[in-house]
């Protein structure tokens, strides 16, 4: 769309561009000066442009169009209805909700804390300050507003006292700029204290309001474990070791105790087949490949396994550079298959190499586990 809109649409060179043109997603708003006649014709030389350019040459140009003057009340444009005042020279707003809308939301009986289900009322009335422009849209909307969450159960006390106490975010805002610093320096002078507990109908309630009163201490529910992750916590598949991505890895070999150390942020098995294949073209290079062809020994690829799992590059290649000095401590690459030792690392580290050392070990066992790992 971008493409069509900049080399097309909106280009001097259209006779047709339109006086007002805005896109969210799929939907579009503009203005024609035009006839009806010459927006068909347009409508057709868009539909053209799969033959005359190859980057639409397999797109379909549909178009719905939705014109203020079929005798309908405005266009609806992203959940809001725009209504052309000819007399005022302005555009009016309101709420617009498709035919389709069910007016169904979280129920009052459901399980869960009560500032939810009202923060959801608070949306809507929040909504209709933003869209609504005139006194009659916006009166409107409350009053609808009102009678779908009686209808999902809430109190009608409840949601004309919510209403009635909303305050919109325009008026809430118009504060100065020494209330605000004031505000910020009390809320950093009191640490926050934050309790998370799952939420239990009921008792949740009084227990955040008796540890607000008595402690200062803000209560956040959580839904708990749910029946489905008890059932289900160990039914996801395990993922295969060669599909998993910003690994550590580490090739053996068939004929001698030298080791390939690498890193990738690809899949396993798409890294195995690059060693694969520049192993295979005599790339010299290639660690494997040197390997091979220089000691004529055969690289087990189908033995590479999984020493660590890191998505972040830096830590990913810090830890390569681990295993290396792990696997060949010596300054001559005597002990591994590498040519180099990969990222420069300070002698700091040199602490965590015992561990990374047994990390190895650790991995090669659970590979290739030995009689008495099963005793």
Known sequence: MGALERDYILTRRNKWKPQFWVRIKDDTLSLWRHSREEFEMFKEELKTLKHRDERFKNTDFIFEVENE?????????????????????????????????????????SNGPQYLKDGILRGFLHRNDIVSSTPEAHAKELELLANIFIRNGYDPKRVDR???????????????????????????????????????????????????????????FSGGVSIKQKLCAKLKPAKYPMEKQGTVYMIPCK????????ETKQPLGERVKQHKAKTAA??????????????????????????????????????????????????????????????????????????????????????????????
């Open 255 to 262: 004929d001698c105790s030298r080791p390939y150390i690498g």
């Open 69 to 109: 003057v079929d005798g309908k009340p405005g266009i609806p444009f992203c959940d809001v209805r725009l209504m052309c005042n000819y007399v005022k020279a302005c555009i009016r707003r309101e709420v617009y909700r498709k035919l389709s809308n069910t007016f169904v939301h979280l129920n009052e009986k």
């Open 162 to 220: 919510i209403i009635s106490s909303w305050v919109p975010k325009a008026e809430r805002d118009n504060t100065t700029r020494e209330d605000r610093e004031t505000e910020t320096q009390g809320q950093e002078e009191e640490a926050r204290v934050v309790l998370k507990v799952p939420y239990v109908k009921g008792a949740s309630e009084k227990l955040k309001k008796s540890l607000k009163k008595a402690a200062g201490v803000d209560v956040v």
């Open 282 to 375: 005599a790339d010299m290079l290639n660690g494997p490949a040197y390997h091979t062809f220089h000691h004529d020994h055969k690289v087990d690829f189908e033995g590479a396994l999984i020493l660590d799992t890191e998505k972040q590059t830096w830590l990913r290649k810090t830890k390569e550079a681990l295993f290396i000095r792990a696997a060949n401590p010596g300054r001559e690459l005597t002990q591994v298959m590498n040519q180099d030792r990969g990222y420069t690392i300070s002698k700091c580290w040199d602490w965590a190499i015992p561990e990374t050392r047994r990390k190895m070990e650790w991995a090669q066992r659970k590979k290739n586990p030995r009689p008495s790992d099963h005793s």
